[in-house]
């Protein structure tokens, strides 16, 4: 097992890649049928497959950067996560599992024509990400998680460190009955700096369901104090993870503490490359775009 720190002088030499104008006429939109669910998706060139996971709140074009970037080597599939943009929005915290949710991500690699996908996630999309190379390793070639700890170590911060629990009381807020109710789509995009993106982002949300959003927390979040709202993780972690994996975070975020990768090579077999960037936060993929997408296809042309 090795673990490999690229240096951060070099990404900070890099330019920062720009998004083109026809971006958003360029790529292709299709959707996925998940036993009645259907899960939208946008893809961008040809090669080997990645398939891209965003979180809360959020939708595929926070991948918008890194598809432009990898699309001249790679065929760059970006979904809605099921409640999201344009994807179904099934009623029940039910139908929002660990188990339904990697469902979903197995379902869109498989309608492709390749074996395996390289997977990428964010936040919800990172936990969704760890647990489909765990339960389906058969079909990530290679592993790439943006500021979501493996569930092991998320757990352990959660259980030891007062501050990561502090921080993700607005979690336990969420899993309140009517705390959708709360929620608006301006809320929601407040976090977007860029001013067009945000219309792109008020757009999408306006299509979202927020209770489903909600539902992702009510299913599968981690709470130390009670094992009853663990109603979608699987009985146990089978196995190690199978395949070469990276990380990136941010060590601004406020949600998901960097302490929680501490010990992550204790749960993967394969190489491990971790890059923490100092002045990104949680939604590093756009605080840090040209590093995250660089940080990437120097990994990935190792």
Known sequence: MRRIVFPLVCLLLMSRPLLSA????????????????????????????????????????????????????YQVVAIDLRGYNKSDKPKGVENYTMRLLIGDVAA???????????????????????????????????????????????????????EQEEYVQYVRD????????????????????DEDARKVYLEAFQRSDFEAMLNYYKASFPNPASSSAQTSKPSAQPRRVQCSTLGIFGLQDKALLPAGWNGTWDWIDKDLTLVSLPTAGHFVQQDAPEMVTRTIKMWLNR
Request: glycine share 8%; net charge negative.
């Open 108 to 162: 869109v690699i498989q309608h492709f024509p390749q074996e395996k996908a390289i997977v990428v996630g964010h936040d919800w999309g990172g936990a969704i990400a760890w647990q489909t190379a765990n339960w389906r390793p058969n079909l990530v070639e290679k592993l790439i998680v943006l500021s979501t700890p493996h569930s092991n170590g998320l757990r352990r911060e959660l259980a030891n460190n007062k």
């Open 22 to 73: 026809d971006f958003m006429e360029s790529v292709k939109h299709g959707y996925v049928d998940n036993a009645g669910v259907k899960i939208h998706y946008v893809t961008l060139g040809q090669g080997p497959l990645i398939v891209m996971l965003h979180g809360y709140p959020d939708f595929w074009y926070t991948w918008r950067h890194q598809m432009e970037a990898l699309s001249d080597k």
């Open 174 to 193: 969420s899993q309140a009955e009517d705390a959708h109710l709360k929620l608006t789509a301006e809320d929601l995009a407040s976090w977007v700096r």
